[in-house]
């Protein structure tokens, strides 16, 4: 009993479980009902609770219930919790009621290290997670502060962990003392340490004999390395590399044990890593299961191992995250089911996420008169694979439809096809009185073709018409009213190695776009844009959820002749980049008759770095994001207009809400601009229906 272990005989006397009222039935009597009264928020208990509607009563599933029921409390940091059972009669059966009364939170006041000579408090404490209560209190496994007695034993294990990373193989860290004062709820925890003396390695060796392993080259991939110190830390990710390279051979279910030689003289240790391969595996069958709405064709083009093939670690794992990054799925479980010596089945385990939305609506307006719209979208059209979206808006004012199409895998090949058709006619209000029109239509095409495993590249065509009219008697800049058509080859080259479509938590997303206008039309230009983000979760090294993003967007257009307004680059928002302004509004610009006029830049760049956790108090398909946002922009072209010459920057920071809703992916921004400067558009929230960038 942990709770025993570790708390004084007071709590465990004040815990109170009040026996059943009355005389308990005996005999194989049903429950009829069951019941915790008293709290909020009963569902988990219920679920948690060994006794459901229609089980055969008993005292001992009433004493484990009961058990259950204060363990998930100590869990949430409340000691001394009273749960009183009552058991009614109902004809042949009885009802089941637990009447609960929280006891009080109890909090960690203090952390005290005795021993620790060479490794200071600080960094034992940080790796904790019952540790003094900090500014971010609220976020688990950061501020600490709650009582968690449960995960005592590990947090021994946390320190000893600090201090085997450090070199430290002898180390002992006793049994945590967990003392509470109830006058103040407060606890303190001691841990005693006898460190030990620091090991450096002697020599790193690799021992077995594998058919087409090339030790030499993996010797010199180990993370362990001769005259440094000894890291656990390093030991595991060489155990992880050799699995893997052994595994890439066929041996499934090979073993790699470490031995170690201390010389106690010396502080040095001797590491090998014997190699047990045990037979070479072939792939018997790959069974799917889970898919009520995807074709099984369409989730076997993303696995790598066939019935046949010889067993293949990387190819495994390339599988897992191929199928998650189609984001047709919430969750993708790939593994090996053994059958024999030689032998397993590939059983692919998937949760399909939600991939399509259909929204519509009727209503009327004051400026836009009757209003008509409705969309739908898929990214998986009947679980084939193909992705396809259809919007429509009428009004008095505006009619607008665009219809898009995807195959990504044209008849299972590697190549890929896809073209979207759009118009867009707006009328827009002049300082209050007189309408003028826009029209925007066009459309594009592009054939692709996957490289390699996570590179792909397309090319293809594009051609825009933008029509302004009715605007020559009422505007005074009709530079910026210019119709215009463009005719451009466009392509672009993507490479993605992240583990899931929706939240990675691994990997590198990059892709290049190039958009060469002057085939023909009005505008002649050079437009490329670059995006990068790479993402890192800690999940394995802090045991918590949070990951870690950097994302860059540069963008660079020559300009051959003219590049229309339209076509520039503006900055401002979450979907162009630096929250905390409005959309676009980030932008060089000249003053003409007291207007501002906005005129993009051919160059710009933004940087943000992000840090995210989950929410799972809420939903387990939300997640709080911190982040910091830096860009910048110019314009080289307008050289004529009075604009500013050099790059314009601006900085932001704030926090953002993204949910996976039915809807779709939405993000809620609040933002916080740093930089602003007089006449700056900002923007402290913005609601957005989130791209994968």
């Known amino acids: ?92 059966s009885v009802a089941v009621s637990f009447d609960v009364n929280k006891g009080e939170k109890i909090k960690i006041g203090k952390v005290t290290f005795v021993g620790n000579e060479h490794i200071s408090a600080f960094e034992l404490e940080k790796t904790l997670v019952n540790k003094e209560g900090g500014i971010l209190g609220f976020i688990p496994f950061f501020g600490g502060g709650k009582a968690m007695p449960e995960q005592l034993p590990y947090d021994q294990l946390r320190i000893r962990e600090v201090y085997l990373e450090n070199g430290y193989l002898d180390v002992m860290v ?18 005693t340490i006898r460190e030990g003396e620091q090991y450096s390695v002697s020599s790193v060796n690799i021992n077995g004999n594998v058919p087409g392993l090339d030790t030499e080259n993996l010797h010199e991939e180990l993370h362990l390395k001769e005259g440094k110190l000894f890291d656990i830390r390093k030991l595991r990710q060489d155990i992880k590399e050799i699995h893997a390279k052994v595994g ?48 099984d064709y369409v989730i076997r083009r993303y696995i790598y191992l066939a019935p046949g093939d010889l ?11 191929e199928l998650q990054r189609t984001g047709y799925f919430d969750k993708v479980v790939v593994k090996p089911q053994r059958i024999s010596e030689d032998r397993i089945n590939i059983v692919v385990e998937v949760e399909e996420a939600q991939t399509g939305s259909i929204s519509g609506g009727v209503g009327y307006g004051s400026y836009d008169g009757f209003m008509i719209s409705g969309s739908i979208s898929d990214r998986n059209l009947l679980g084939t694979g193909l992705a396809g979206s259809l919007s429509l808006d009428f ?42 029109t ?51 080859i466009i392509s672009s080259f993507t490479f993605d190695n992240t583990d899931d479509y929706y939240t990675p938590r691994s990997g590198i997303y990059s892709k290049i776009k190039l958009d060469y206008a002057g085939l023909g039309g009005d505008a002649d230009f050079l437009k490329s844009e670059l995006k990068f983000a790479t993402y890192y979760g800690l999940q394995e090294t802090i045991d918590y959820d949070l990951i870690l993003r950097y994302k860059m967007r540069a963008g660079y257009i020559n300009d051959d002749g003219y590049t229309p307004l339209a076509e520039m680059f503006y900055l401002g928002g979450a979907r162009k980049g630096i929250r905390g302004f409005a959309p676009g509004s980030i932008s060089p610009f000249y003053i003409s008759k007291g207007d501002k006029i906005r005129v993009g830049g051919d160059q710009m760049f933004v940087n943000s770095i992000e840090a995210s956790v989950p929410l799972n108090m809420v939903t387990s398909n939300m997640r709080l994001t911190g982040f910091v946002d830096y860009g910048a922009i110019k314009n080289t072209v307008y050289r004529s207009k009075d604009i500013q010459k050099g790059w314009i920057d601006r900085y932001s920071t704030g926090a953002q809400i993204e949910w996976r809703s039915p809807f779709g992916p939405i993000n809620l921004v609040f933002a916080y601009p740093l930089n602003d400067k007089k006449n700056d558009d900002t923007s402290v929230f913005e609601f957005t229906m989130a791209n994968k960038f």
């Open 311 to 321: 067993f293949s670690y990387t190819d495994l794992q390339d599988t897992r995250k």
């Open 438 to 488: 826009v029209e925007r239509s066009g459309g594009w095409f592009s054939f692709g073709r996957k490289i390699d495993r996570s590179m792909h590249a397309t090319i293809g065509y594009s051609y825009s018409d933008v029509r302004y009219s009715d605007y020559e008697d009422i505007v005074d800049h009709p530079e910026t009213y210019e119709s215009y058509k463009k005719s451009s």
């Open 248 to 295: 890439d051979l066929g041996y499934a279910f090979a073993q790699i044990k470490p031995s170690f030689k201390k010389d106690v003289k010396s502080h040095t240790v001797a590491v090998r890593y014997n190699i047990d391969a045990a037979k070479k595996v072939y792939i018997n069958d790959v069974i799917i299961s889970g898919n009520k709405k995807t074709m």
């Open 174 to 191: 006793g049994e945590p003392l967990m003392k509470v004062d109830f006058s103040s709820n407060e606890a303190e925890v001691t841990y």
């Open 1 to 92: 009993m942990m709770l025993k272990r570790f708390l004084p005989a007071l709590i465990v006397a004040g815990i109170q479980m009040v026996s059943a009222r009355g005389t308990l039935p005996a005999g194989n009597v049903p429950v009829t009902s069951v019941e915790i009264v008293g709290i909020d928020d009963t569902d988990k208990l219920m679920e948690l609770i060994p006794l459901k509607r229609g089980d055969i009563y008993s005292r001992e599933r009433v004493e484990r219930a009961k058990e259950k029921i204060i363990k998930s409390l100590e869990k949430q940091g409340y000691y001394g919790s009273a749960v009183e059972v009552k058991v009614e009669p109902v004809n042949d």
């Open 395 to 436: 009004s008095g004012k505006s009619h607008n439809y665009a219809l898009s199409f995807s195959n990504p895998r044209v008849l299972d090949s590697l190549f890929s096809l896809s073209f979207g058709i759009y118009n867009q006619e707006d009328q827009y209000e002049y300082e209050g009185s007189d309408d003028y």
